[in-house]
């Protein structure tokens, strides 16, 4: 991604430090509210106890319109996957594609 342009990445990930992102283009944030706010694209890589918590209301509130949920982990259900297909977010997911 950042040799196509995209310069704006953050990451929220409670299980690293700041000195494991080498990228200077990269920042690392402690709140993940910070990270998703206004984010054209969430990428959940890692199913850590604490994304747990994040509400599925959340991602439409936060992201950009039209955003795009990208689900590495296989992290959500059918259920929340149609949930934020309904507000308007789209979900693309390893080995998966509900419509």
Not at 15 to 39: F, L
Not at 54 to 77: A, N, V
Request: contains cysteine; charged residues 30%; negative net charge.
């Amino acid at each position: 991604m950042l040799d196509e342009g995209v310069t704006d990445i953050s990451v929220f990930d409670s299980t690293i430090s700041d000195e494991a992102i080498s990228d200077s283009r990269v920042r690392r944030v402690d709140r993940w509210e910070v990270c998703m706010n206004d984010a054209d694209c969430v990428v959940f890589g890692a199913a850590h106890d604490d994304l747990c918590q994040i509400q599925m209301s959340e991602f439409p509130k936060r992201m950009s319109d039209g955003g795009l949920f990208y689900d590495g982990r296989r992290f959500l259900s059918r259920a929340q996957i149609l949930e934020l297909k309904k507000c308007g977010i789209a979900y693309q997911g390893v080995g998966r594609s509900y419509s």
